[in-house]
Each structure stands twice: as C-alpha cells, then as structure tokens.
C-alpha cells in the first residue's frame, strides 16, 4: 500500500486523467441505472407497491391486465384455496380526463383508471384528503403528480368520450401504472367506464381484469386445474407483464451491460500502458529482491485506491444531477442498486488490474538492468 500511495503521489497528473476517465465511467452507469430504475417505477410503481403475493389472469392473457377478463365472483372461490389468506379484485383501462370544474386549466390528462374494493389491501394510503367509500361511486384518489397539473381535492374530472365523471377527494403518493398516474375508484365505476359499450364485457359477470392473491407457497398449477381458463402467477410475472417493462428493462440492462465490458477494456488498457512504461523500474525493485506477489499488491491496493475514489466521485455527482433534473425526467436511484453497480465497477477495475500484475510476473530483472545501463 506505500508503494502504490508513493507512486499515486508522484505522478498525480498521469493519475488524475485515468481517475476522470473513472469517474465519467461511474457517473453513466449510475445515471442510466437512475433513468432504469425510474423508467420501471414509472410502468409498474402501483403493481410493485400492492400488498398481494400472485396475481389470476384469464389463461393466455401472458400476464397482462390489458388482456385478461375474469368473473368478479372467482375471488370468492379463491380465497377458499389453501395457503390463501385474502383476494382482491382489480381492473384496469386507460382514459383521458380534463378538469371540469371552475378552472381556467382545461388541458387534457392521460390517466390509468383502477378499479379497486374500497378498504381492501390494494387500496394505497391516502397522504391528503380522505380514502374511497364503496357508497360513493363517483369519488376517486388520484396520484399526487396531478397536482403539478393543476387538479386539487374537490375536482370533477371529465372522462373525454364519456358522459361519465369523477370527482378528487384525496391523493395518493408514487402510484402509476404504464407511465401514467393512477386514479383509484370502486369497480363498479371502472366497469362503468370501461364497458359502456353494449356487448364490450363479453357477457361476463362483473368482469375484472385480475384477482390480487396474498399468501405464502400458494399452489398456481393446482388452482389451475380447479379453475379452467385462467392462470395464476407471482406478482414478480406480473409486472413483467406490464406493457413495455420488460422491453424498457432489457434495454438499459443491455446498456449497462455494454458499458461495464467497455470500462474493464478501458481501465485494463490504461493500467496494462502505465506498467509497459515502468517495465524497467519494476525490473530493478526484483533484483533488489521484490517479490512479483509485494509488485502485485501495490499494482492491485493502486488501482483499488483510484478506482475506490473515482466511484465515490461518480456518486455524489449521480445525486448532485438527479437535483436539477426536471421533474418529468423518469430518475429515481435505488439505493441497494447504486450499492451493487459500485461494488461491480470496482471488482471490473481490480480484475482489470490483473493483467498488469501478470505482466510483473514476466519481466526478468537482468533484461531490465541492461537496459536501464
């Protein structure tokens, strides 16, 4: 470690430069983890949020809402099966509302309306105003970002394309569902809007999109024997069902894949240059009788150091941007990711390192004191 303190000292400017290199490497990953990570709230934050274990879909709908129904009267059966301890109906339809109350604010808004039971574990906590009331069909709680776009407890939302309204009287935190913020109301209301068009319900009773599960180890293979034409799977394949989420995922991990393979080249290109440059004085430290295992620790606690630094740089630089990002930029940084993209850049810079000390091992001192005479 004084080695590579000494060394890392003597040449700063040779160093600051690999460091930069380091820190914009660092702060790319962890931004396009940010934007990921925010990307997938952004489609699935109310799935992701809800308090239920599996999730029964219509068979062949691959676990997607948008092409599931089901008969309402199947969660009575369900919460009969063994291991399962409460079932909630959901549904769930795209729609766009303008405020219809005295506002000089009449701009369209893209919403997701979700039709829940009043009280029951999918209902989200209500940070202002009050909950859903299974009597009073026409409230809903809407997620906080319509705030931003003007909407306030007390408004009557207009639903373009229908004569149907609802009326804000509470706000929920971090709710959306397929990038849009979500509007919670009862079922009956959701099925109101979402089946007005006679024959649209496919002649099913109280149809919902999917039952909500909540129980451990619960028997998906069994269920479905018992209950022909639908399919029950983890609220995990559920989000993966969500329209998009796995394309969005699979292409900022395809991204972040790319730039840590291109950053153990890069670090490993630098490290493996700097020890072609001191072959002659790692020469002579071995025939004073340094070990190629003493040269190795030094090269690896170097780049550990700069590497460790770096990284720590790239960080606070991360959060110091997520402050002045709009607020209609998807960033939301996950602490336990930012953790485990750190730990994955600096094992990269270290096994980067390797092939430096590999190129220690085969330096013969006294081809290095020739040339140095």
Partial sequence: MFLAIKELKHGKLRFLMIGVITVLIAWLVFILSGLGNGLSTLSAATFKNMDANYVTFEDGSRSSMSRSLLSESLAEKLENQANVSAVSAMGATMGTVLNNSDSDDKEKVDIAILGITPGSFLE??????????????????????????????????????????????GFVKNE????????????????????????????????????????????SVKIKQLFKNTDTVTKAAAIQGMPGYKEENGTITM?????????????????????LQKSNQ?????????SNRFLGRAIVS?????????????????????????????????????????LLLLVIS?????????KITKIDPLQAIGRME
């Fill in 350 to 358: 270290i096994l980067s390192s390797l092939v430096s000390v590999r």
């Fill in 255 to 275: 991204m972040l894949a790319f730039l840590l393979a291109i950053s153990a080249f890069v670090l490993g290109a630098f490290f493996y240059v700097l020890t």
């Fill in 176 to 219: 959306t569902y397929n990038h849009l913020p979500a509007v919670f109301t009862t079922l009956d209301k959701w099925r109101s809007i979402q089946f007005a068009a006679p024959g649209s319900d496919k002649g099913i009773e109280k149809p919902v999109n999917g039952i909500m599960l909540q129980g451990e180890n619960v028997d």
């Fill in 302 to 342: 170097q780049v550990f150091l700069l590497s460790f630094i770096s990284i720590v740089a790239g960080i606070l630089l991360t959060y110091g941007t997520a402050l002045i990002l709009p607020d209609e930029m998807p960033f939301s940084l996950d602490l336990k990711l930012v953790v485990l993209y750190a």
């Fill in 282 to 290: 790692f020469g002579i430290l071995k025939a004073i009788g340094a």
């Fill in 124 to 169: 989200p906590n209500v940070i202002d105003g009050k909950p859903l009331q299974a009597k009073k069909s026409l409230e809903v709680i809407a997620n906080d970002t319509l705030k931003k776009k003007g909407f306030k407890i007390g408004d009557t939302l207009k639903i373009e394309g229908s004569l149907e309204k609802m009326k804000i009287v």
